[in-house]
């Protein structure tokens, strides 16, 4: 399988424990996107990365949230102390050359619920 | 503030007529636009995008139109097949932004009927 592949595919947590999500991109990609997807609303962009550079972060970002990708090829996104607002579908995706409108490829994402 | 907009949360069109989505956005900064197609449990797929530069764009039953002025899109589909039934969304971007990531509306849940 050569698509973007996301580990868990689902969590369910406690409120105020730390989550750990992994993204594996398409091997040739350097660039890999953060989107957060709620129930209802169309997903929105957390983070990206070029290589292993982290080159944007959303707002949406709170200290809480971290995001690596410390050999430009597989990422993590960490959440610390989770609340129940931090309740989602985390999606990743990843890109080849960074051409505006070039297409992103989605992994099929990891559901978050914190109890 | 949404910067992109789909209005309508749900159509329902008969099997073999045509689809049309529509989207709304407000930033004039967008220069490219991109459908992306979503199944329960998958991630988005990409469908079609199209160039500010450009009004229209076509691919295979796929044709997104432009309307810089009325700052409006539309994906139309022809004729629709069942397995179209999904939610689309509709998504633009700024390529001279700092971030490069895509604005998305809240997405059309598209329900084709027999």
Same mark, same amino acid.
């Given at each position: 399988?050569?698509?973007?592949?996301?580990?868990?595919?689902?969590?369910?947590?406690?409120?105020?424990?730390?989550?750990?999500?992994?993204?594996?991109?398409?091997?040739?990609?350097?660039?890999?996107?953060?989107?957060?997807?709620?129930? !209802?609303?169309?997903?929105?962009?957390?983070?990206?990365?070029?290589?292993?550079?982290?080159?944007?972060?959303?707002?949406?970002?709170?200290?809480?949230?971290?995001?690596?990708?410390?050999? !430009?090829?597989?990422?993590?996104?960490?959440?610390?102390?989770?609340?129940? !607002?931090?309740?989602?579908?985390?999606?990743?995706?990843?890109?080849?050359?960074?051409?505006?409108?070039?297409?992103?490829?989605? !992994?099929?994402?990891?559901?978050?619920?914190?109890? | 503030?949404?910067?992109?907009?789909?209005?309508?949360?749900?159509?329902?069109?008969?099997?073999?007529?045509?689809?049309?989505?529509?989207?709304?956005?407000?930033?004039?900064?967008?220069?490219?636009?991109?459908?992306?197609?979503?199944?329960?449990?998958?991630?988005?797929?990409?469908?079609?995008?199209?160039?500010?530069?450009?009004?229209?764009?076509?691919?295979?039953?796929?044709?997104?139109?432009?309307?810089?002025?009325?700052?409006?899109?539309?994906?139309?589909?022809?004729?629709?097949?069942?397995?179209?039934?999904?939610?689309?969304?509709?998504?633009?971007?700024?390529?001279?932004?700092?971030?490069?990531?895509?604005?998305?509306?809240?997405?059309?849940?598209?329900?084709?009927?027999?």
């Amino acid at each position: 399988d050569t698509g973007v592949s996301q580990n868990p595919r689902h969590k369910i947590t406690k409120r105020g424990q730390n989550v750990t999500f992994r993204c594996d991109p398409i091997s040739e990609h350097n660039r890999l996107y953060w989107y957060r997807q709620t129930l !209802g609303q169309g997903p929105e962009f957390l983070t990206y990365f070029q290589n292993e550079a982290q080159l944007e972060k959303s707002r949406l970002l709170s200290d809480r949230f971290s995001a690596e990708r410390p050999k !430009g090829s597989f990422s993590t996104l960490e959440i610390q102390r989770t609340e129940q !607002g931090d309740s989602a579908m985390y999606l990743c995706a990843s890109s080849n050359t960074g051409i505006p409108g070039e297409k992103l490829f989605f !992994g099929s994402g990891t559901q978050l619920s914190v109890l | 503030d949404q910067q992109v907009k789909q209005n309508s949360p749900s159509l329902s069109v008969q099997e073999g007529r045509i689809s049309i989505l529509n989207c709304d956005y407000t930033n004039s900064m967008f220069d490219y636009f991109l459908w992306y197609k979503k199944y329960p449990a998958e991630g988005p797929t990409f469908l079609i995008s199209i160039s500010s530069i450009k009004d229209k764009n076509e691919d295979g039953r796929f044709t997104v139109f432009l309307n810089k002025s009325a700052k409006h899109l539309s994906l139309h589909i022809v004729p629709s097949q069942p397995g179209d039934s999904a939610v689309y969304f509709c998504a633009a971007v700024y390529s001279g932004g700092g971030a490069d990531g895509l604005t998305f509306g809240k997405g059309t849940h598209l329900i084709i009927q027999p």
